[in-house]
């Protein structure tokens, strides 16, 4: 019996072959049925992981995407947005206020991962941009500590604290990571020591 997760994977697969199909699922971003846009999304999200230049034309699309109401839809969009930064980050920029929203989303913890994720990408390719979504980022690290996705938001911090920063993101970074490098422990004081030691 195929699952939810087969029948998209099947999309994807088609969608990755034949724009026509691929459109079809930008369109749907757009469209008035939540359950469409939200299994469109997740079509898209896995063809930009695997082709991000497939998606990179309609990257408006998928940022206009970021309004809809339903979580799923918006994580996944910005999963893709995540994967077209490291090929066209100036593309991603109006992409950024989506992201703010979702970062404070209160309902859903895989929205407001999967915008840390993106703030954390776009902001490790400039100085720049590094400036620009630092308060975002620093201010998630401080609201999420703790919570379920926290470590797996601190594996784009790591990420991130690799990027091209400015010096004051790196300074301020370090002293943000600094108390759970040295007294946090298992895994949070190892990602902490991590992102201490890339800023270095």
Known sequence: MSTRADDIRQQADKALKNTKQLETHINNLEGSSRRDRQQSAAVIAIVAKENPELIEPYTKSVIDALNRPEAQTRWECLD??????????????RAVQGAETALYDEDSGPLRLAAM?????????????????????????????GDLEFQDMLIAVVDFSAGKLSSQVKEELAARMK?????????????ASQIVENLK
């Open 179 to 191: 108390f759970d490098a040295e007294n946090g422990k298992g895994t949070l004081k190892k990602r």
């Open 117 to 145: 994720r993106f703030l954390c990408r776009y902001g490790a390719t400039t100085e720049n941009r590094s400036e620009k979504v630092w308060s975002l980022i620093d201010e998630g690290i401080q609201c999420y500590h």
């Open 80 to 93: 893709a947005l995540s994967e077209i930064v490291q090929i066209d980050a100036r593309s991603c920029e």
